[in-house]
């Protein structure tokens, strides 16, 4: 079972929140603050992880907090016959955070994160260089306005 078709209930919505609020909180509390039994907790937590609801806990560590303060996207184009070579060098590539296949003109969306901006052309000339690539475009964000979050989206 994967996050797309597993589907929440509100129990499971409750402990979501409550791990949004205090991760590292242990799970018999976890369980006295929402009145269910450590059991209940602990095996719905097991089934969120499996089923790919949860993710790493690295996800939460800023890129900033270890050293890489300029964030940017490279969009790339893509031999079609290659876009599994693309990917799999891109994910060699330890300053590449995240890759999107968009809609419409790019065929990659790769998010990156660099010690400073002669760090970020090191890093877009290795996306660059992978096999499949043909060309990039690199845009470099000045400011995050929103961070990631899904807490509204725990609370329908």
Known sequence: MTSASHQ???TDRRILTALDDDPRVPIMMLAQQLGLA???VQSRLEKLT???VLQ???IR???SALGYTVAASVDAQVE???LLDAVAALQEIP???ECLAPAGDTDLRVRVAAKDTDHLYRVSEKIR???GITRTSTTLFLRQLIPYRTTGLLAE
């Open 8 to 10: 929440l209930d509100a």
């Open 38 to 40: 450590r059991g209940t």
């Open 50 to 52: 499996a089923a790919g």
């Open 56 to 58: 790493a806990n690295s």
């Open 61 to 63: 560590v800023t890129p």
């Open 80 to 82: 079609q016959s290659r």
């Open 95 to 97: 300053e590449v955070l």
């Open 129 to 131: 260089l992978c096999p």
